[in-house]
């Protein structure tokens, strides 16, 4: 790789250990994705909870720590696996709770923001047309890329800690102009008119194109497509297809219009989303024994425009007895969902709110789902419905009211 002046200097130790460690592993990154130099960025975003990280990342955090480690740019963590007030209630291990606590603490010591959040695009920081950051987690980093016009790759943990460290990081992959080009035309003729419609989207699209670099460009739909659909359907992608890009024609930066999503190529192929084609999806999911005692709100966490519309569904009414409904999200979304009554609501109605976590990364998930007997997972969520399925679960995807309305009747449909 072409280093800088700058660069050499702290391959050199001139910024301390931890810089010199951070930009060492950087270069061995750079070097396997054939990245010729490096090139700033202004904010990181990195996976970090005691679940993910074990022991060994825990004991690696602590020694980057005490070397002096600091981030030279804005850093923010994902969602962890504990809500600290329901670890007793959910049966997960007081020990890694400790370790999840002393984890946090570390990374605070090193100057990263623990927001916990998997939507921090939403509440926390929107990076610029443009702009190079370094994050982790796939949902984040489709939409950074997507809606915003942004530049990042999937970071690892380490890497995005790295980037926040050494602010910079190798120039490869949607960083470069060549990678970020329509691969292949979706024509979208369905309605899509809830979350779990976009979410459906991802799943048909990126179930036969799984790969990385695999850009779709969606045209043709009727109306400007909200933020939390774009979530839905970015993180989709992301899960189903492993992709880190996509264009919407008119509504994402770098799609003015078919011919510029595509610069100049012409589509490799080009497919059609119709109603009835999301109707059989839908019709897909196995029902198993219609166990219908767990249903979950989560992955991405849920915006407060997505709490109000909870709120509105469970207004007066109760979760089925002997079922369980969680609803995750991040602590500022929570605390302005309390404020607007809009929490109250939905715990009035029998609603576990977890905050700072996402479902499907809980500490002892699996052991949960034998104790409690939960055999199926309803969701408006398509990618925790599909990501879910390693802690053996039987995953179904169903529209919002009907989530809703499983929670409340105890009857799958």
């Known amino acids: ?30 070097e396997f994705w054939g990245a010729e130099r490096f090139v700033p960025v202004t904010n990181a975003h990195m996976m970090g909870d005691i679940e993910v990280m074990g022991d060994g990342g825990l004991q690696w955090l602590k020694d980057t720590a005490a070397l002096g480690a600091r981030c030279v740019v804005g850093t923010t963590t994902n969602a962890r696996c504990f809500d600290f007030e329901h670890c007793r209630r959910l049966g997960q291990d007081e020990g890694e709770a400790a370790k999840e606590r002393e984890l946090i603490a570390c990374l605070r010591r090193m100057d990263v923001i623990t927001t916990d959040t998997c939507i921090n695009y939403q509440t926390v920081y929107q990076p610029h047309f443009g702009e190079h950051v370094a994050w982790g987690d796939t949902g984040t980093v489709i939409y950074a890329n997507s809606v ?18 050494t602010g910079r990081t190798p120039e490869y992959g949607f960083h470069l ?22 979410g459906m989207v991802g799943k048909l699209v990126g179930e036969p194109h799984q790969s990385y670099f695999s850009v779709p460009v969606f045209h043709g739909f009727h109306r ?15 899960s189903y297809g492993s992709m880190g890009m996509f264009h919407f024609v008119g509504a994402t ?14 589509p490799a192929e080009r497919m059609v989303i119709a109603d009835a084609d999301l109707e059989r999806g839908y019709a897909g999911y196995g029902l198993g024994g219609r166990d219908a005692r767990l249903v979950v709100f989560s992955g991405p966490q849920q915006s407060l425009l997505e709490m109000k519309r909870l709120a509105q569904l469970f207004d007066g009414r109760k979760v089925q007895e002997g079922s369980s409904c969680f609803v995750t999200t991040n602590s500022a979304v929570l605390a302005q969902a309390r404020a607007l009554g ?14 700072g976590v996402c479902f499907y990364i809980l500490q002892n998930l699996s052991l949960m789902r034998v104790k409690n007997g939960w055999q199926n997972l309803v969701s408006n969520s398509a990618k925790i419905v599909n990501i879910i399925g390693a802690h053996r679960f039987n995953t179904i995807l169903r529209r919002t009211q009907d989530c809703v309305d499983i929670a409340c009747t105890g009857i799958l449909k």
């Open 224 to 238: 400007t497509p909200i933020a939390d659909e774009l979530k839905h359907l970015g993180a989709a992608l992301a």
């Open 253 to 266: 930066p770098e799609a003015p219009t078919l011919e510029a999503a595509f610069g100049g190529r012409a």
């Open 148 to 165: 915003f016009g942004a530049r990042s790759n999937f970071e690892s943990g380490p890497a995005a800690l790295a980037a926040a460290i």
């Open 177 to 198: 102009d060549a990678h970020r080009r329509g691969g292949f035309a979706v024509e979208l003729r369905a309605r899509l008119d809830d979350l779990a419609d976009w």
């Open 1 to 30: 790789m072409q280093l800088t002046a700058e660069e050499r200097a702290i391959l050199e130790g001139e910024r301390g250990e931890a810089a010199r460690r951070a930009l060492e592993y950087q270069v061995k990154v750079g």
């Open 342 to 355: 809009y929490a109250g609501t939905l715990e009035a109605a029998g609603v576990t709110i977890l905050q």
